[in-house]
């Protein structure tokens, strides 16, 4: 078919986006020799100061690779027409619209999948083996891959099959439904994450009785952090790279501690993450975080009803017979410029959040111990220690560790 002007505005996005990464992705390369704040100046000795040069800039060139092959490639299928071939030869065997959805989007995602597991693979078993992080065996890689194929086609093709169900009875009315869908949905997944999700991937096992365990209850017992469940995850079968979470509200909040995190840090240092965590949650971060996606969601719903009948939007992507799957497509890609600017805001609060947690900390804890964490867990992570400036603000959700340090010893 004809470009439309909306088929161009594709490109131009695509393109637009593709290049501002690749401008951010170079600033932040030009940083990694600068030189290193003198508050986490002991973070690395020389050797590991080398060897995390090292490790960025195979990240880096490795980045670079793999965005450029999946911008290429997107815009190839766009430019020679695969949006409309898969459309056209799907609909010679297939005529219910909901089939014909799952079926575009399965055979779109299976095939985005399957072009980057080489470049998965390599990640994983070659950058991350090479600097000592890998743990995953090839069975563990293979079986994440199938599980997270199961889990996108339940979740995900039940969610799209509904949602173009009910703009069939509903018409543009369809988004208040599908709203109120997304949004229990968000509060389900709060709840049942580590009991429903985690499972499938990890093992969870309760916190052993010790100095530990009752050194984290003595803590929330103090600040009137009700705490029933304290879990250690087996993050070790697939990276030495630590971390903690927080998951559930009221009576099933829960705390999951990776069996790595464990390892790597002394009783009170661990402490002093919990009550980081503990700060998100008194300072309702989490609630507001739910409540600001829902609101955004909301939002894109109504805009994609507005222009849902729209065949401008199927045209967009060079499909030349319009359908609910091609306009979803045409409007994500469409909506790009839009998410791009929620993500900053969004992660521009992240960082402050992040701030307000670490004081939370202090205040009921101490910094010292909270400080030394974050310094062994970004040495244990080959993590970037002077960050450009520009990448922080695009894609940081935390502030770089130089500037949470200075706020806890202010």
């Not at 039940?158 to 509903?170: N, P, R, S, T, Y």
């Not at 949905?185 to 096992?205: E, G």
């Not at 464990?262 to 300072?283: F, N, P, S, T």
Request: glycine letters at 6%.
């Amino acid at each position: 078919m004809e470009s439309t002007p909306l088929f161009w505005t594709v490109i131009g996005i695509l393109t637009a986006q593709f290049l501002l990464d690749t401008l951010l992705d170079y600033l932040n390369f030009k940083r990694f020799n600068t030189h290193v704040p003198p508050e986490v100046r002991d973070v690395y000795d020389a050797d590991n100061h080398q060897k995390s040069l090292a490790y960025k800039k195979a990240n880096h060139t490795f980045g670079i690779y793999n965005e450029s092959c999946s911008f290429l490639l997107t815009l190839l299928f766009l430019c020679f027409g695969g949006f409309d071939w898969l459309d056209g030869w799907l609909r010679t065997f297939l005529e219910n619209p909901i089939g014909l959805a799952l079926a575009f989007f399965g055979i779109l995602m299976l095939g985005s999948s399957v072009l980057s597991l080489p470049f998965s693979y390599y990640r994983t078993f070659v950058i991350e083996e090479k600097f000592g992080f890998n743990k995953t065996t090839l069975k563990t890689f293979v079986l994440d891959l199938l599980k997270g194929w199961l889990l996108t086609a339940v979740l995900g093709g039940g969610i799209l099959a509904l949602v173009i169900w009910l703009v069939q009875q509903l018409g543009p009315n369809f988004w208040w439904y599908a709203w109120a869908l997304f949004s229990v949905l968000m509060i389900c997944i709060n709840f049942c994450y580590t009991k429903l999700i985690v499972p499938l991937f990890n093992t969870l096992s309760p916190l052993e009785e010790g100095k530990l365990k009752k050194a984290i209850e003595t803590y929330a017992e103090r600040v009137g952090f009700e705490l029933k469940h304290i879990f250690v995850i087996d993050g070790s079968k697939r990276s030495t790279k630590a971390n903690a979470y927080f998951s559930g509200f009221g009576k099933q909040k829960q705390v999951t501690l990776y069996d790595t995190l464990i390892h790597d840090l002394e009783e009170q240092e661990i402490v002093a993450v919990l009550a980081h965590e503990v700060g998100h949650y008194k300072r309702r971060h989490i609630i507001f975080n739910m409540v600001t996606s829902m609101v955004l969601t909301g939002g894109t719903l109504f805009l994609f009803s507005v222009f849902v009948n729209h065949p401008e939007l199927s045209h967009a992507i060079g499909v030349s017979k319009p359908s609910l799957h091609a306009s979803l497509v045409g409007f994500a890609l469409l909506y790009c410029p839009i998410s791009t600017l929620t993500g900053l805001v969004m992660n521009y609060v992240s960082r402050q959040f992040e701030f307000q947690a670490d004081d939370y900390a202090k205040q009921t804890f101490a910094a010292a111990p909270l400080i030394s964490s974050l310094k062994k867990l970004s040495q244990h992570s080959l993590s970037n220690l002077s960050p450009h400036p520009a990448y922080v603000f695009f894609h940081y959700s935390h502030p770089p560790l130089v500037d949470r340090i200075r706020n806890l010893m202010v």
